[in-house]
């Protein structure tokens, strides 16, 4: 197989596996929550809270698989200290 249509076909993949993740999270916590709520007759207070639930999960299975799928080649440099080719200029003298 070429390598771009490799690389094209584990974007499909990871794309599909993210909408997967949000989908089964969500519905899964409303399903349940629902299921809670006749169980014990309390109207929708399980759904909503299961929905919340869902929906957060969701998110973080979304921020899981990019931070686990789309690494940094190179590190942030977060100051110039961390940077010996960068130093302060000499004080001009008069």
Do not use: W
């Amino acid at each position: 197989m070429d390598n771009d249509i490799r690389k094209y076909a584990m974007q499909m993949a990871l794309a599909s596996s993210i909408g997967i993740a949000m989908v089964l999270a969500v519905f899964g916590c409303l399903l349940l929550g629902n299921y809670l709520d006749r169980k014990f007759d309390s109207g929708y207070v399980f759904t909503v809270v299961f929905l919340m639930i869902g929906i957060a999960a969701g998110f973080r299975n979304i921020y899981v698989l990019i931070k686990k799928n789309f690494t940094d080649e190179e590190p942030i440099i977060k100051s110039l200290k961390s940077e010996p080719h960068r130093q302060r200029p000499a004080a001009k003298k008069d």
